[in-house]
């Protein structure tokens, strides 16, 4: 007897064992799209009449979030950050082919582009290769600028919402390497919603509470042409590994990786887990440079990656490249 | 059997670049514990249409897989 879809009874595409639920094709890209607006509402995202730059990069995760957003109304714009990544796959260059081609089947949403190497003189890579920071790996280079240029472009452009694709693997990982290393301070802030406050865009995650598998079968569903291959600096990351016994977990417990990550919510909400914590650890201070809010008086960690020069250049320097959907207008 | 028969019941699994020949007429959920693979690490798709864990493969199905996990 094949798996049935629950609410029609055809053939299924897909089975969540974690909610007993067993989906056709068309009853689950509507069940996804509802899961996301009750997300959005359950931790109070944003509103349909505010504008959200959603930050994407050609994977998955976060062309499948802008076109649930598109697809229930709301003000999505994107925003890609070239990062000037190649490795022998070019694979910046087919990670912004891929955010064009979606562009291009949307007419009327905006697309916002900074290219680091043009705007800051070099690429992520080269950025590694020169500061400590990256020394191994850029990873941690990359994380930093990119977290610096979506909250620079959410509050310069006037966005008040700035969302990213993070699913709930991604966030069970990081739970999970936070508590093996009990690192408090970011226990403490790890939320679906991190809240606006001058010089920082509102950020949310309305994708928390889907499985990594659940985005990838949307896009699939979609037709969503997404960045297949990962980033080649990826390769044996800590991440990957953690979202790999992670899964070895949930195969032998369906719903552990949910549990896990709603229990550590709840504990959060209910029982005040970690509140002191926040409280105390509350005051920012402006960058010196940027203004951008920063832990410490002084330059921030991104404009210390960067010789005097470079930021002082004329504000239309920094300013994004706009693309327009009107197929034509997109090259 | 001869070879042409045996390779009939077979079906095409490609996963990125690595290519396998498995037996036809087990469940999708079977053919990736067959390849040591976590089926919550991936989807089982064939001719481009996703297809449920308990969906049987047939003689002469192309089966693409795809990896769920991304990030770094």
């Known amino acids: 007897m094949p798996m049935r879809c629950r609410k029609c009874r055809q053939k299924a595409v897909i089975n969540m064992r974690q909610h007993r639920l067993a989906l056709c094709k068309e009853h689950y890209v509507e069940w996804f799209q509802h899961q996301t607006e009750r997300t959005i509402k359950k931790y109070k995202m944003f509103r349909k009449d505010e504008p959200v730059l959603v930050a994407v990069s050609g994977g998955k995760d976060s062309l499948a979030l802008w076109d649930v957003l598109l697809a229930l109304g709301y ?118 919603v991190l809240p ?82 926040q409280k105390s650890q509350a005051e920012l201070h402006a960058c010196e440079q940027c203004g951008q809010p920063t832990s410490a008086p002084g330059r921030c960690a991104f404009c210390r990656l960067w010789p005097e020069d470079v930021l002082s250049k004329p504000e239309e320097a920094f300013v994004p490249l706009t693309l327009v959907a009107e197929p034509e207008a997109v090259k | 059997m001869s070879d042409v028969q045996k390779q009939a019941e077979k079906a095409t699994v490609v996963l990125r670049r690595q290519t396998w020949e498995v037996e036809a007429g087990i469940t999708a959920r079977e053919l990736l514990k067959k390849l040591n693979l976590n089926p919550q690490s991936y989807l089982v798709t064939r001719d481009g249409e996703l297809i449920s864990e308990d969906t049987i493969i047939r003689p002469g199905d192309k089966i693409r897989l795809v990896a769920v996990i991304s990030g770094g």
């Open chain 1, 75 to 192: 003000q999505a714009d994107g925003f890609y950050l070239r990062l000037g990544i190649d490795e022998g796959i070019r694979y910046s260059e087919e990670s912004y082919a891929k955010i064009k081609a979606f562009v291009e089947q949307h007419p009327g949403v905006k697309l916002h582009v900074v290219d680091v190497k043009e705007t800051y003189g070099e690429s992520i890579p080269e950025v590694a290769r020169r500061v400590q920071r990256g020394k191994g790996k850029p990873c941690s280079v990359c994380g930093l600028i990119k977290r610096h240029e979506m909250n620079r472009v959410a509050y310069e452009l006037g966005y008040p919402v700035l969302a990213t694709g993070h699913n709930l693997d991604d966030e069970v990982a990081v739970l999970f390497s936070n508590t093996l290393n009990w690192q408090v301070g970011y226990l403490a802030r790890q939320h679906p």
């Open chain 1, 196 to 277: 606006g406050r001058e010089g920082f865009a509102r950020k949310v995650k309305p994708f928390c509470r889907f499985y990594e598998r659940e985005t990838a079968a949307y896009a699939l569903l979609r037709g969503i042409d997404y960045m297949y291959e990962e980033c080649p600096f990826s390769v044996g990351a800590n991440t990957i590994y953690y979202k790999e016994l992670l899964n070895k977990l949930e195969e032998e417990r369906p719903g552990a990786k949910l549990h896990f990550y709603l229990s550590f919510l709840r504990a959060k909400e209910k029982e005040r887990l970690f509140a002191n914590w």
